[in-house]
T-cell receptor, first 114, second 110 residues
Framework: DGGITQSPKYLFRKEGQNVTLSCEQN?????MYWYRQDPGQGLRLIYY???????QKGDIAEGYSVSREKKESFPLTVTSAQKNPTAFYLC?????????????FGAGTRLSVL | DAKTTQPNSMESNEEEPVHLPCNHSTISGTDYIHWYRQLPSQGPEYVIH???SNVNNRMASLAIAEDRKSSTLILHRATLRDAAVYYCIRPMNAGNMLTFGGGTRLMVKP
């Protein structure tokens, strides 16, 4: 089945540690996105990529890094510089060829600090 | 700036219709209105979108005001599984990005 796969579902980070969240899609979408969601809040955009080998900062990029070496993959690294990383992280993708902007989301990764 | 305004929460009884309002008074002529919903501990899922005309699909109906400054998502018969946060969204000015505000938390009572 086509879709977006995020892994792991749950992740724990120790102080000073970098962790990487995986996001893979087989929808042949050009654009991919990372969002952060805090309890009871809406989604905030961290990074996005409209095409392979290119990505842009969103509203809250500090303390995060991404790469887009393959069309199917858009991993997010939460670095030790992100002092409050506990949140629900969501990856999404859509097609640049459509003006309808329908985004498809993964099931999310819940990150906690030990 | 989500550029849309929704009530924080609404309640409905099971098997009754639900009308979820959204104000988007600064919308441009070419902006689509999108609705997504997010079930607990899941990623958001697309519900419906429209430009000017009312729209129907298997999940819901979307009624767009004639001046396009507001819209209403209609669930014809609410079920317990419809309890979720519903987001009304306009695309950002450039590209395909969507800005998610706080949405409306729908509670469905049996």
């Amino acid at each position: 089945d086509g879709g977006i796969t995020q892994s792991p579902k749950y992740l724990f980070r120790k102080e000073g540690q970098n962790v990487t969240l995986s996001c893979e899609q087989n929808l042949n979408h050009d654009a991919m996105y990372w969002y952060r969601q805090d309890p009871g809040q809406g989604l905030r955009l961290i990074y996005y990529s409209q095409i392979v080998n290119d990505f842009q900062k969103g509203d809250i990029a500090e303390g995060y890094s991404v790469s887009r070496e393959k069309k199917e993959s858009f991993p997010l690294t939460v670095t030790s510089a992100q002092k409050n990383p506990t949140a629900f992280y969501l990856c999404a993708s859509n097609s640049n060829r459509s003006n309808k902007n329908i985004q498809y989301f993964g099931a999310g990764t819940r990150l906690s600090v030990l | 700036d989500a550029k849309t305004t929704q009530p924080n929460s609404m309640e409905s009884n099971e098997e009754e219709p639900v009308h979820l309002p959204c104000n988007h008074s600064t919308i441009s002529g070419t902006d689509y209105i999108h609705w997504y919903r997010q079930l607990p501990s899941q990623g958001p899922e697309y519900v419906i979108h429209g430009l000017t005309s009312n729209v129907n699909n298997r999940m819901a109906s979307l009624a767009i005001a004639e001046d396009r400054k507001s819209s209403t998502l209609i669930l014809h018969r609410a079920t317990l599984r419809d309890a979720a946060v519903y987001y009304c969204i306009r695309p950002m000015n450039a590209g395909n990005m969507l800005t998610f505000g706080g949405g409306t938390r729908l509670m469905v009572k049996p």
